[in-house]
């Protein structure tokens, strides 16, 4: 594994580990989740680029197209939730009461 695919890995890994273990609040599982699409983005990227493959060539965009509409519906849902419930701790959260 090359230090290249080792950073990539890692930093994915670790958006994981967030997102699994530090739960608390809405953001940050937004910040994790953030994080590994951004990841994902570059390595496709580098991916693209280093086999020289122009059937793929959309896909870097199409990722960060994703990533960007995931970023814009979780902020809406962030300050709704705080609206309603005046925080944005995931345990006041109750899926079941709409």
Do not use: K
Request: with cysteine.
């Amino acid at each position: 594994m090359t230090p290249m695919h080792f950073s990539f890995t890692s930093a994915f890994i670790l958006g994981l580990m967030g997102l699994t273990f530090h739960r608390t609040h809405l953001l940050s599982a937004l910040l994790c989740l953030e994080g590994m699409m951004l990841s994902l983005f570059i390595a496709v990227s580098l991916w693209t680029l280093q086999f020289e493959t122009t059937n793929y060539s959309a896909a870097p965009m199409l990722l960060l197209a994703f990533s960007a509409c995931e970023a814009s519906t979780g902020l809406a849902l962030l300050v709704a939730t705080t609206r309603t419930h005046g925080t944005d701790r995931l345990q006041n959260l109750n899926l079941l009461q709409c």
